[in-house]
């Protein structure tokens, strides 16, 4: 559901010498095989039929008391839930005041027990403490940045000690021309860069505003947080390919798996250019063309579990038997293909998204694109915005 930006940025310091990563390349089939996973519907909220409404759902975070943290973008605002379903609290609200936020893009849980409510435009992070109390906010500040200099804030994780995971956009202008470095990076309490994890630059010339997906390319939903602070990124678009970060920055392994994407029929390019479409919404010129990408994502979204196993959804939502929801790679800790789960509940993976918490618990987004799209003012051929269904959560167990 987040999308976006072009090719890599180099940075003016000199990198540290790491040894060569270990790398293990996976054939196309898993040692294990494919598993069959029925989930468990444990319970929803939204829907036609529930007093809570949900406008768009930018995240999802299962806190270590097991409630679930579900914010909504649209509202300002983030439902929280019982292990069980029952609607506990609404935490946050809009506004600019203390504890309040202006359509988040990203919210994430850190050890303390705080809730970090990120910004988009402009980028600011609010802390809410476990009730919803303002706890304290921080501000972005790349190499060379003064605090609070412009950014855009998509997503980010909570890290050990306190430290933020951080991924978004830094801009400067000139004339017509914005130039734009999206970033993935490690940063303290307060917001300050430690670690650039990736970067890439991208350039709009808003007297021709066009929007190139390939070009836009970055880690926006391909990137997760495991234990000790690793981070593991898919960087390319087009590669399936798997990098484990240790916190200083240094790739400690990549894993491949022999796949080759999709071609996108017509119903798939007219998808990528509805979402190119809401993209160029939050600019403030009209937008007047785009380009999609003719293949889907070799990587669409990863997981990291407790046991450092990896979960891989592919950017394939085609050739599903009948009931599996979607198809999940799973890699063991050293990186070796294992296994193929293939998960069984109703959806399309087109459509609705999909969140692998802890606990062995998944969480299906019924109509999250609609959603998304609906917030962007975006509609498809021949209808309107006001016609998305109205956005579901369920939650279920994996066995």
């Known amino acids: 559901m987040h999308s976006a930006l072009l090719t890599l940025f180099a940075l003016g310091l000199a990198a540290p010498a790491f040894a060569a990563p270990a790398r293990i390349d996976n054939g196309a089939a898993p040692s294990e095989g494919r598993r069959d996973v029925q989930l468990e519907e444990i319970w929803r909220a939204g829907g036609e039929d529930d007093e809570i409404f949900f406008g768009s759902i930018g995240a999802v975070q299962l806190g270590v008391d097991g409630r679930f943290h579900i914010l909504d973008t649209q509202q300002s605002c983030v439902p929280v839930y019982s292990p069980d ?3 506990l609290a609404t935490l946050g609200r809009e506004g600019d005041g203390p504890g309040e936020v202006r359509r988040p893009g990203g919210m994430f849980l850190l050890e303390d027990g705080r809730i970090a409510l ?36 998509n997503a980010g994780q909570g890290l050990p000690g306190g430290e933020l995971l951080l991924l978004g956009i830094r801009m400067s202008f000139g004339g017509t021309v914005s130039d734009q470095t999206f970033f993935l990076s490690r940063c303290d309490g307060a917001g300050k860069e430690k670690v650039q994890y990736q970067s890439k630059g991208y350039q709009i010339n808003y007297a021709d505003f066009r929007l190139d997906e390939g070009k836009m390319d970055f880690l926006w939903n391909r990137f997760a947080v495991g234990p000790q602070g690793r981070v593991y990124t898919a960087p390319e678009r087009n590669q399936y390919l798997v990098r484990v970060l240790a916190p200083d920055g240094s790739v400690e392994r990549e894993f491949t798996r022999a796949y080759t994407a999709p071609a996108r029929d017509a119903q798939a390019k007219q998808t990528a250019t509805r979402i190119m479409e809401g993209i160029g919404s939050y600019y403030p010129t009209p937008l007047l063309g785009t380009t999609v990408e003719s293949t889907e994502p070799a990587v669409a979204a990863l997981f990291v579990d407790p046991r450092r196993n990896v979960l891989v959804q592919t950017g394939d939502p085609g050739q599903r038997d009948p009931g599996v929801f979607c198809l999940l790679d799973e890699f063991d800790a050293q990186g070796r293909y294992v296994r ?21 618990r998944v969480v299906v987004l019924r109509g999250a694109l609609d959603a998304w799209l609906t917030q962007q003012a975006v509609a498809g051929e021949g209808e309107s915005a006001a016609e998305a269904p109205a956005l579901e959560v369920i939650c279920y167990a994996m066995p």
Do not use: K, W
């Open 118 to 153: 990120l910004q988009s435009f402009p980028g600011r992070i609010v802390f809410l403490d476990a009730g919803g109390n303002p706890a304290g906010e921080a501000t972005y500040q790349g190499p060379g940045q003064e605090q609070g200099a412009f950014c855009v804030l």
């Open 340 to 360: 193929q789960l293939a998960l069984h509940c109703p959806g399309d993976p087109r459509q609705d998204g999909l969140v692998v918490l802890g606990g062995n």
């Open 85 to 87: 379903g029952e609607h």
